[in-house]
């Protein structure tokens, strides 16, 4: 049994000289604050109807520092009839996110979905100024308090072609529809960052190409523009390309800002953790990607929620994806989840520090030591994922269960349970590399 409980390696390790690699007392507890820690915002879709809903609000609150309308000011909800507009939905999240000190997105100005159909029925004239009509309403009524507006989004096809996507602008207007609404937006609220939003554009391809040579023209030229968005909408017939960090960068080299604006990815434990741990890795290795945000806050929720995509299942816990994000934010959990403490109201925490012990050419030790917080515990938690092809083969000072993946061990007590306040314990493992000497991912340690 390669994962046989292998009892009084302890003493071994707490002689091994162990240096820790995360996790420090001082690491940053939220996603947005270890974001912010690293000069980026941390950020989420919000839909209105959910605010009311206290588990949504408090993950909300206690997580993200900024926030993007799901679907509350796109033209379908800001102007369903010509020149006749309506803000409460779209309100309702922008005072909540100004409330708590969020930047908020705006999304989305121009687009081909969401329009109602008193927009196709216009002819050129009338089009073009219902597009700059709409584009001055809605950013006057929120002038001052977006971060930055998705001025256009999704105007290119999918595909090899790296053609306009047809819709009412392209066909009436014409290609020069994007630069006339990212002009009219300028001229409305110059303090708002103003992007181009679209997908299926996160790697370097054809459709990828065509945005860029589009940006590379507008900053030849002056058309205003600060910022390109990519979407990252992930799963396995569409997963993180290898070159996203390339494509961020080449982007950035052109003199805009990027932002990965509706991240999720389809999966669960430790592949997905990994795929959104190499995500936040690769807009921390672009220094002009200055934030992320994620397309809800709970798998719950999420428009493909049957892919679990987020960073919190539906009962708002937290995924090993949420402890990838986290460490990756160079951050650390402590407390519980994020609809309550974890103590289940005790006042009971505890914190999980990582040290790596001793390696060989085909495994390394581990330790992780959990210490309380300012009471006293009798129990806790803390999950450990790996990396496939790596296993945890054995584990010592502590009672290990696997997920079906058998990357993701939860660790609770042996024996080892109760710890007086700010007293700790420290279990450990093995893991056999099979070729990837990563770090493991360490969870969020919840006590009681
Ligand atoms: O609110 C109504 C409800 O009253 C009605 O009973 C129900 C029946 O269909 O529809 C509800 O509205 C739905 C809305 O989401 C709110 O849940 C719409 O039908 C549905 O079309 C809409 O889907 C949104 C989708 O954009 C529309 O294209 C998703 O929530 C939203 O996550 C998604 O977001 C887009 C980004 O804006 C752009 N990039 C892609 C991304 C994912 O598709």
């Known amino acids: 049994m390669r994962r046989a409980l292998v009892l009084g390696m302890a003493g071994l390790l707490a002689t091994a000289g162990a240096t820790a690699l995360a996790g420090t007392a001082d690491a ?11 000069g980026r915002y941390f950020g989420t879709a919000v839909a209105a109807g959910h605010l009311g809903e206290s588990a949504y609000a408090s ?82 009524h929120y002038k001052g308090k977006i971060y930055a507006w998705d001025v256009v989004n999704e105007a290119y096809q999918d595909g090899s072609s790296g053609a ?30 103003l992007c181009y939003n679209d997908y299926n554009t996160d790697g370097v391809n054809a459709k990828s190409n065509a945005v860029y040579n589009m940006v590379k023209d507008f900053k030849s030229r002056g058309v205003p523009i600060d910022c390109v968005g990519f979407q990252s909408h992930f799963n396995s017939a569409s997963p993180v390309p290898s070159d996203y960090q390339a494509n961020l960068q080449r982007f950035a080299d052109l003199g805009v800002d990027v932002h990965i604006t509706e991240l999720d990815i389809e999966g669960s434990g430790s592949a997905q953790a990994t795929n959104y741990g190499n995500v936040v890795k690769a807009c921390l290795a672009v ?48 407390g519980g989840g994020g609809n309550g403490d974890g103590g289940g109201g005790t006042g009971a925490t505890c914190t999980a520090t990582y040290s790596k012990a001793e390696t060989w050419s085909d495994r390394f030790n581990g330790n992780v030591t959990v210490k309380a917080g300012s009471s006293p515990i009798s129990s ?66 919840t006590a009681s």
């Open 28 to 38: 940053a507890t939220s996603l947005a604050s270890a974001a912010s820690a690293k």
């Open 59 to 140: 993950t909300l609150d206690a997580e993200f520092n900024a926030v993007t309308p799901e679907n509350e000011m796109k033209w379908d909800a800001t102007e369903p009839s010509r020149n006749s507009f309506s803000f409460g939905s779209a309100d309702q999240i922008v005072s909540h996110a100004q409330g708590k000190g969020m930047k908020v997105r705006g999304h989305t100005l121009v687009w081909h979905s969401q329009l109602p159909s008193w927009v196709g029925g216009l002819n050129a004239t009338d089009l073009r100024s219902a597009m700059n009509n709409h584009i001055t309403q809605v950013m006057q």
């Open 164 to 193: 306009r996507r047809s819709s009412p602008f392209q066909d009436k207007l014409g290609n020069g529809f994007i630069e006339e609404a990212f002009r009219t937006a300028r001229s409305v609220d110059p303090n708002a960052k």
């Open 287 to 334: 220094s002009r990607c200055t934030g992320i945000t994620v397309w809800g806050v709970t798998d719950k929720y999420s428009w493909r929620s049957g892919g679990t995509p987020l960073l919190f299942d539906s009962n708002y816990a937290k995924k090993p994806a949420y402890d990838a994000v986290l460490s990756a934010l160079g951050g650390s959990s402590s």
């Open 380 to 445: 806790w938690t803390v999950k450990v994922t790996v990396t496939s092809p790596q296993k945890i083969s054995t584990t010592w000072n502590g009672s290990p269960s696997w997920d079906s993946s058998g990357n993701v061990m939860t660790m609770k007590p042996n024996g080892n349970g109760n710890l007086a306040a700010g007293a700790s314990t420290t279990f450990g493992f093995t893991i056999m590399t099979n070729g990837n000497t990563s770090a493991p991912v360490i969870g969020a340690c």
